[in-house]
């Protein structure tokens, strides 16, 4: 408090809105808080950079719907933060619970406990088709959309002779897509299917996540090697 205040009484900041309720156990649907229990789960790097390049797709479409939506600040930013821990804690539970009937039920389980809310649960479970859990909100299907093309644009990055996404692009994206020899671990079907479910054609889809991808370049690792 500055010294120079001639009010006695105590100041209080009005700035920050109190906690929310149906946030997680340490009182607060944050970003921070997803990545800890990520972190928690998640030894492999190249798990964490999958979940932070699906985070960075998904966040995107959080903020084009959110503008889309007209939403003022405060309720564009809870959307954003919606979008963006679904993306990062999609994949949580996978390295301790890998198996179709664990994953991702456990990490369910455990974001229920923890009271994460519904409609990230909700979103990560329909991330698996073999839940056989329904893909309703936008959310559902933005999580789908990007999660095998977010693999797939990283993959596309890394056999660039500079491994940098910058040097990607969607017509070579495309291209790839029809090389099954090429991210053989990459379910095609999935990445059209996500596009069409949510409305928007497979190039654009593309070119979004793209970008999306380029912005988070340093932090994805896929900045590329100094020349
Ligand atoms: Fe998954
Ligand atoms: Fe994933």
Redesign the pocket.
């Given at each position: 408090m500055s010294e120079t205040t001639s009010n006695p009484l105590p100041q209080q900041d009005l700035s920050e809105p109190p906690p929310k309720e149906g946030a997680n156990a340490a009182g607060a649907n944050d970003r921070e808080a997803a990545w800890r229990l990520l972190n928690q789960y998640t030894q492999s790097a190249s798990l964490l950079k999958?979940?932070l390049s699906?985070e960075a797709c998904v966040r995107a479409y959080g903020e084009q719907r959110a503008a889309e939506l007209g939403l003022p600040p405060e309720e564009a930013r809870a959307l954003v933060d919606t979008y963006a821990i679904a993306g990062l804690l999609?994949?949580f539970d996978?390295e301790k619970y890998p198996s179709p009937e664990e994953h991702p039920w456990v990490g369910n389980r455990i974001l229920t406990e923890q009271g994460w809310p519904e409609e990230v649960r909700h979103a990560i479970l329909a991330?698996a088709e073999y839940t056989q859990t329904p893909r309703v909100s936008h959310l559902d299907k933005v999580l789908f959309a990007c999660?095998?093309l977010?693999?797939f644009l990283t993959a596309n990055a890394l056999v660039k002779p500079t491994k940098s996404i910058h040097d990607v692009n969607t017509p070579s994206v495309l291209k790839k897509m029809k090389d099954k020899a090429f991210a053989r671990g990459v379910n095609r079907e999935d990445i059209v299917t996500g596009a069409a479910e949510l409305g928007v054609d497979l190039p654009d889809h593309i070119a979004f996540c793209l970008a999306a991808m380029q912005q988070h370049a340093e932090e994805l690792g896929l900045a590329g090697t100094t020349p």
């Amino acid at each position: 408090m500055s010294e120079t205040t001639s009010n006695p009484l105590p100041q209080q900041d009005l700035s920050e809105p109190p906690p929310k309720e149906g946030a997680n156990a340490a009182g607060a649907n944050d970003r921070e808080a997803a990545w800890r229990l990520l972190n928690q789960y998640t030894q492999s790097a190249s798990l964490l950079k999958h979940a932070l390049s699906v985070e960075a797709c998904v966040r995107a479409y959080g903020e084009q719907r959110a503008a889309e939506l007209g939403l003022p600040p405060e309720e564009a930013r809870a959307l954003v933060d919606t979008y963006a821990i679904a993306g990062l804690l999609h994949d949580f539970d996978y390295e301790k619970y890998p198996s179709p009937e664990e994953h991702p039920w456990v990490g369910n389980r455990i974001l229920t406990e923890q009271g994460w809310p519904e409609e990230v649960r909700h979103a990560i479970l329909a991330h698996a088709e073999y839940t056989q859990t329904p893909r309703v909100s936008h959310l559902d299907k933005v999580l789908f959309a990007c999660d095998e093309l977010a693999g797939f644009l990283t993959a596309n990055a890394l056999v660039k002779p500079t491994k940098s996404i910058h040097d990607v692009n969607t017509p070579s994206v495309l291209k790839k897509m029809k090389d099954k020899a090429f991210a053989r671990g990459v379910n095609r079907e999935d990445i059209v299917t996500g596009a069409a479910e949510l409305g928007v054609d497979l190039p654009d889809h593309i070119a979004f996540c793209l970008a999306a991808m380029q912005q988070h370049a340093e932090e994805l690792g896929l900045a590329g090697t100094t020349p």
